[in-house]
């Protein structure tokens, strides 16, 4: 599938329409991301040549993000571009009556190595692409919500229970009860914002994987940590199909919109929904706040953990980022009892009968990524397609005791930090940026690795794979 036209019905709104017919909305987050214009390039017979799609009535809209990266490119190789410096391009590009312009030349400069004095047509393609991507940073690249259009029927729906016309609702019908309780009952990221709740700050998140069933602001007080109180307001904001076997009989989607739970643990409680979910089970807060030893898995033959001799102080978290989630480890502790999401820990279950053979780390778009020891870039290659569209990309780095693969992070990271395949790293190292899957794919193998590998039910081990619960445990205590 590929997106052939795009327009803007309204203010913070794109919809794409696709080569097969459907439509997939985006709202919120930055301008430049909903067009796919990292550059917020105006729209014009330039960007039409370079692959636009659309326009949202000033700038261009692409149809994807490398497109609109290469069209940066592109421009610095026009005209009026390719006899003029870095600072008198980025001059014309961002001018001063809109822009501080001088500050702009000096950051590009800063992100690229290039001097404010170097001919932009005389660089070398990789320093123009290098380029592009400093724009994309400086002009503030942050992914909003993306999902398909719904039926006209679902968005009148929306309206009459007080939500976002453009809300995500599903074109079929599904059994709420069960695909709410299924969810709510684990309540993994909730009580993982939960925990991060302190002096009545709100914490918003989504549930993982793509679901986005209900949105949640939980708010909480944290006077005794043996037994927090917390308020949680949870909110529907769309529904979607959820993934796996569907529920039968299938029924009508109830109005009604919202759970309230004023307790010291968590149930979400149906207060307006014709479904009764007061038998759901209560987790208790404060195991989440001080978890127990991850499991060993699978039971019958658990693959060794990756352990590392360098002291915790000297490891560094694998990201920079301020999410809310941002210190989670998703695993199942000795008393099976699930932290975070079971969609993200080691040996998660995927389609097709596939384990997921990481942990995804929470982070949002364009965070950096920091090498955790000290090591050696071993490979770097294409990973895995975001629903974005972007071409994710695995880093293979070597380290005293075993190999980190930093999975799913942006295919121009090495030309943002300037390393290659062999250069040695330092530990706390920027090395890479966060892909438009917004988390860290991490990885562990035994030395020598330098490719990924995959398991699926039924198969031999795969023979360099490692368990990284423990190690990202230890490593988080610091």
Request: glycine share 8%; aromatic share 8%; with cysteine.
């Amino acid at each position: 599938m590929s997106y052939i036209h795009a327009s803007s019905p309204k203010r913070g709104v794109v919809v794409f329409e696709s080569d097969d017919g459907t439509e997939t909305i985006r709202e919120g987050g930055s301008r430049s991301w909903r067009n796919n214009n990292p550059g917020n390039i105006e729209d014009g017979r330039f960007t039409r040549r370079s692959g636009s799609i659309g326009t949202d009535g000033r700038f261009a809209i692409f149809p994807d993000e490398t497109t609109g990266l290469r069209s940066i490119s592109r421009l610095l190789l026009t005209a009026p571009y390719k006899k003029l410096t870095l600072k008198q391009a980025i001059f014309r590009y961002a001018p001063s009556n809109e822009n501080d312009a001088e500050a702009y030349a000096q950051d590009v400069s800063h992100r690229t190595g290039i001097g404010l004095g170097d001919i932009v047509g005389e660089l070398a393609d990789d320093q123009r692409d290098r380029i592009a991507e400093a724009i994309q940073i400086h002009e503030g690249w942050h992914a909003g919500r993306e999902y398909p259009k719904p039926h006209e029927l679902l968005t009148e729906l929306g309206e009459d229970v007080g939500q976002s016309a453009s809300a995500p609702l599903s074109e079929e019908p599904i059994t709420l009860a069960e695909q709410l309780g299924s969810i709510i009952s684990t309540m993994s990221d909730k009580l993982a914002a939960a925990a991060a709740a302190r002096d009545g700050r709100q914490v918003p998140l989504f549930f993982p994987d793509g679901i986005e069933l209900i949105q949640v602001s939980l708010q909480g007080s944290f006077g005794d940590p043996k037994m927090p109180s917390l308020t949680a307001s949870v909110t529907i904001s769309g529904l979607k199909r959820f993934p796996g076997p569907q529920s039968e009989p299938a029924q009508p989607e109830p109005k009604a919109s919202h759970f309230r739970s004023d307790t010291d643990l968590l149930p979400v409680e149906a207060v307006e929904f014709e479904e009764d979910f007061s038998a759901l089970e209560s987790v208790d807060l404060p195991s989440l706040m001080a978890p127990g030893s991850p499991k060993g898995v699978p039971a019958d033959d658990p693959f060794p953990f990756a352990r590392s001799d360098t002291p915790v102080g000297n490891r560094h978290w694998p990201l920079r980022t301020k999410h809310p989630l941002r210190n989670v480890v998703s695993y199942t502790t000795q008393r099976n009892q699930i932290v975070g999401s079971a969609g993200r820990m080691f040996l998660g279950a995927r389609p097709k009968g596939r384990y997921h053979v990481a942990i995804d780390l929470y982070a949002y778009e364009n965070d950096e990524v920091l090498a955790c020891e000290d090591g050696t870039i071993v490979a770097f290659y294409p990973f895995y397609p975001s629903k974005a569209g972007e071409m994710t990309y695995a880093l293979l780095i070597e380290h005293a005791a075993f190999v980190i693969n930093y999975g799913e992070v942006k295919g121009t990271s090495s030309h943002t930090y300037g390393w290659k395949v062999g250069d040695r790293i330092r530990s706390g190292q920027p090395i890479a940026r966060v892909s438009s899957t917004a988390m860290t794919h991490f990885e562990t193998y035994v030395r020598g690795t330098v490719r990924n590998e995959q398991w699926y039910r039924g198969r031999p081990h795969p023979p360099h794979l490692l368990n990284p619960t423990a190690y990202l445990l230890e490593t988080l205590s610091a």
